[in-house]
């Protein structure tokens, strides 16, 4: 009975733990995507702001992208050291480097105080985020999945996924207080620093309860055994570079439709539609406990029907509702707005919850914190990189909205293949163990 009290208190600890880890990690990357839509661009691109404001936006998105094209870095890094030396270890460093980077943009001089430095150091924390954000998704989906009864896989493995909109739901939350308690004027003088800075408070938080999370159970077989000692990414680049491929092109969908949400609609509906900032903020708050609800119910759901059935309900709930959501948005109504993107965090939960067990049940234990980390990574960069700047340069040129509903229904039938590649994952085997037992086995029947 002991054992079994302490089983399920070391899996809150371990659920807890990868939930505030990545709500941090998300809460800092989503204040600069929702500030970047709004306010980032005449602070730290004044002149060309100014002189072409199109433009300006487009390279603002941009600099959200480029942050992506350094987590497969940080992948690399974080899971080959992951891979060798645990995984809590390097989940700690990666929430601390994410922290700092965070709290520093939150000190940095704007264009009219240093000129061009300030871009220019606004981009290279980006690049520190980016390498963080790399690290951190692979290791915390693995502490999640390893820790988890073999029938709650999927399940557990959404608690890590639920950091992106509970993330989303504090950065926009504290965003609409701020807008809300501010003018206009104090918010671009001074308040939009406070969210960054609150990130050192949030680090700490995230420390204290990760410390207390024991390391992966499989890592700790490969450890007696030794099996640490090989070098994972060359096996993962030589044995395993189909499945990373799988692994990117199951997300690039739901990355692209997601950051939809997190930074084009906020532009494109104040911007263009000329709605009022703080409502839909609001909105975006509300989208984002639809988002929450609905990864876990993704991932239990797996458990239940299948990690393949799963992704693919959700995928065709994106692909229907893409032409209509944006409809409802272009209407420039904040109730239909709401629920334009309320509607869509359906198919954005129930094609998110499963990928930490899917990703998991993927690969083999040696290699696996470098696959999951290095195939995630690699579809954000082909998805959510840089889709509000190709949703801005789409709308630049067709002018209309439904060009980019068609853009995200195509990335949708791409991670529908790619899902139907892979086939169903569930229940296969993950612990060492398990995994010499299965192999033992086949050579007796044969």
Same mark, same amino acid.
């Given at each position: 009975?002991s054992s079994?009290v302490t089983?399920?208190q070391?899996?809150r600890?371990v659920?807890?733990? &990868?939930?505030?880890?990545t709500?941090?990690?998300?809460y800092?990357?989503f204040?600069?995507a929702?500030? &970047?839509?709004?306010?980032?661009?005449?602070l730290?691109l004044?002149?060309l702001?100014?002189? *072409?404001?199109?433009v300006?936006?487009?390279?603002s998105?941009?600099?959200i992208?480029?942050s992506?094209?350094?987590r497969?870095?940080g992948?690399?890094?974080?899971?080959h050291l992951?891979?060798r030396?645990?995984r809590?270890?390097?989940?700690?460093?990666?929430?601390?480097l994410?922290?700092? $980077?965070?709290a520093?943009?939150?000190?940095?001089?704007t264009?009219?105080?240093i000129?061009?430095?300030?871009?220019i150091?606004?981009?290279?924390?980006?690049v520190?985020?980016?390498?963080?954000?790399?690290?951190?998704?692979?290791?915390?989906?693995?502490? $999640?999945?390893e820790?988890a009864?073999?029938?709650r896989?999927?399940?557990?493995?959404?608690?890590?996924?639920i %950091?992106?909109?509970?993330g989303?739901?504090?950065?926009t939350?504290?965003?609409y207080?701020l807008?809300v308690?501010?003018?206009?004027?104090?918010?671009?003088?001074?308040g939009?620093?406070i969210?960054?800075l609150l990130?050192i408070a949030l680090?700490?938080?995230?420390?204290m309860?990760?410390?207390?999370?024991?390391?992966?159970p499989?890592?700790?077989?490969?450890?007696?055994?030794?099996a640490?000692?090989h070098?994972?990414?060359?096996?993962l680049m030589?044995?395993?570079?189909?499945?990373?491929?799988q692994a990117?092109?199951?997300?690039?969908?739901? *990355?692209?439709?997601?950051?939809?949400?997190?930074?084009?609609?906020?532009?494109?509906t104040?911007?263009?539609?000329?709605m009022?900032?703080a409502?839909?903020?609001?909105? &975006?708050t509300i989208?984002?406990?639809?988002w929450?609800?609905?990864?876990?119910?993704g %991932?239990?759901l797996?458990?239940?029907?299948g990690?393949? *059935?799963?992704?693919?309900?959700?995928?065709a709930?994106v692909?229907i509702?893409?032409?209509?959501?944006?409809?409802?948005?272009d209407?420039g109504?904040?109730v239909?707005? &709401?629920?334009?993107?309320?509607?869509?965090?359906?198919g954005?939960?129930?094609?998110y919850?499963?990928?930490? $067990?899917?990703?998991?049940?993927?690969?083999p234990?040696q290699?696996?914190?470098?696959?999951?980390?290095?195939?995630?990574?690699?579809?954000a960069?082909?998805?959510?990189?840089?889709a509000?700047?190709?949703?801005?340069i789409?709308?630049?040129?067709?002018g209309?909205?439904i060009?980019?509903?068609?853009?995200i229904?195509?990335?949708?039938?791409?991670?529908?293949?790619?899902?139907?590649?892979?086939?169903?994952t569930?229940?296969?085997?993950?612990?060492?163990?398990?995994?010499?037992g299965?192999? $033992?086995?086949s050579?007796?029947a044969?």
């Amino acid at each position: 009975m002991s054992s079994t009290v302490t089983r399920t208190q070391e899996e809150r600890r371990v659920l807890a733990g &990868t939930l505030v880890g990545t709500t941090i990690e998300w809460y800092d990357f989503f204040i600069f995507a929702q500030l &970047t839509a709004t306010l980032l661009t005449p602070l730290f691109l004044e002149p060309l702001g100014q002189s *072409n404001p199109g433009v300006a936006q487009i390279l603002s998105f941009a600099m959200i992208g480029i942050s992506f094209f350094f987590r497969p870095l940080g992948a690399v890094v974080a899971g080959h050291l992951g891979d060798r030396y645990g995984r809590k270890r390097i989940l700690v460093l990666t929430l601390i480097l994410m922290g700092v $980077a965070t709290a520093a943009i939150g000190l940095l001089p704007t264009y009219a105080s240093i000129g061009v430095a300030a871009p220019i150091l606004l981009v290279l924390l980006r690049v520190v985020q980016g390498f963080s954000a790399g690290g951190e998704w692979g290791g915390a989906a693995l502490m $999640a999945v390893e820790h988890a009864p073999k029938d709650r896989r999927g399940y557990f493995g959404a608690y890590p996924q639920i %950091g992106v909109p509970i993330g989303m739901i504090l950065a926009t939350g504290l965003l609409y207080i701020l807008r809300v308690a501010m003018s206009p004027e104090e918010f671009a003088a001074w308040g939009w620093r406070i969210p960054f800075l609150l990130s050192i408070a949030l680090i700490f938080v995230g420390y204290m309860i990760r410390r207390a999370v024991e390391e992966s159970p499989v890592f700790k077989q490969l450890a007696q055994r030794k099996a640490s000692e090989h070098t994972p990414l060359r096996e993962l680049m030589t044995s395993h570079s189909k499945q990373v491929l799988q692994a990117a092109l199951i997300f690039i969908s739901n *990355n692209a439709a997601g950051y939809l949400v997190i930074a084009f609609f906020i532009s494109y509906t104040t911007k263009v539609l000329e709605m009022p900032v703080a409502p839909i903020l609001l909105a &975006t708050t509300i989208g984002s406990v639809g988002w929450l609800i609905f990864t876990l119910v993704g %991932g239990w759901l797996s458990d239940k029907i299948g990690r393949r *059935n799963t992704f693919v309900i959700g995928y065709a709930l994106v692909f229907i509702w893409m032409i209509p959501m944006f409809l409802m948005v272009d209407t420039g109504n904040i109730v239909l707005y &709401t629920i334009a993107i309320f509607v869509l965090t359906v198919g954005l939960g129930l094609s998110y919850g499963p990928q930490s $067990a899917m990703y998991a049940e993927m690969f083999p234990a040696q290699i696996r914190y470098s696959g999951i980390s290095i195939g995630y990574a690699i579809g954000a960069i082909l998805g959510g990189a840089f889709a509000a700047t190709v949703a801005q340069i789409l709308l630049e040129t067709t002018g209309s909205s439904i060009s980019i509903a068609i853009y995200i229904m195509v990335l949708t039938i791409i991670s529908v293949a790619a899902v139907l590649w892979v086939g169903e994952t569930r229940g296969r085997n993950l612990h060492v163990e398990e995994i010499e037992g299965e192999q $033992a086995d086949s050579r007796v029947a044969h």
